[in-house]
């Protein structure tokens, strides 16, 4: 079984004859938010993942293994629900409702592309997009606040807001707490939403 252990972010500059020839490993988006995990390679070589905790992989990162062989990381395409609209302002609302549930979404130019789930699509549709059912690819968007190599939904909310706060802190030089608790509606300290949360968003 191959040990992989190292992870080159694309874009990561090795030569593409040297990615084109490298076995694939590919993945779903739930699969490639494990930083542990046995997987089949694309040339049928089992492998073992042993990558830092909170590590995402996206389609196109390198990997390497204990042996210095490289493994390139595909997306697999998954069931996913494809939003778009003719009307810009009907897509930001719906991205605003479906960032408001912590929902992992990926944003394209003219598209939003999240996790198939009916409650959501049932929701979008009354929010006026057409949200259709679709077997693609799905490269969530990363945490905005996360530093250094933290990517994808391992920068959890919590953290994220965090983040924020101090962000904002910093670029105000002092401290904004006004007495009252940044609690919306659930205690995000305890309870933080993301893929290890356990239920479906």
């Given at each position: ?107 394209g130019r003219n598209y939003l592309r ?82 290890r949360c356990g239920h479906k968003h």
């Open positions: 079984m191959l040990k992989i252990d190292k992870l080159l972010s694309a874009p990561h500059g090795i030569a593409p004859v040297l990615v084109r020839r490298a076995p694939k490993l590919v993945l779903p988006f739930a699969e490639r938010s494990k930083s542990r995990l046995r997987a089949v390679l694309d040339n049928g070589e089992e492998a073992a993942l042993f990558l830092p905790r909170g590590t995402v992989l996206r389609g196109g990162d390198l990997l390497v293994a204990e042996d210095g062989s490289f493994i390139e990381v595909q997306a697999a395409a998954e069931t996913v629900l494809e939003v778009r609209s003719d009307d810009p302002h009907a897509l930001m609302r719906a991205a605003y409702h479906l960032g408001n549930r912590h929902t992992p979404v990926e944003i999240l996790e198939y789930d009916p409650v959501l699509a049932d929701m979008l549709q009354r929010l006026g997009v057409h949200a259709e059912r679709a077997e693609l690819p799905f490269e969530p968007e990363a945490g905005a606040y996360g530093g250094g190599h933290k990517h994808g939904h391992d920068a959890t909310f919590a953290e994220d807001y965090a983040a924020a706060q101090a962000v904002f802190q910093e670029h105000h030089g002092h401290d904004h707490d006004h007495g009252h608790s940044h609690s919306h509606g659930h205690d995000e300290s305890h309870h933080v939403h993301d893929e």
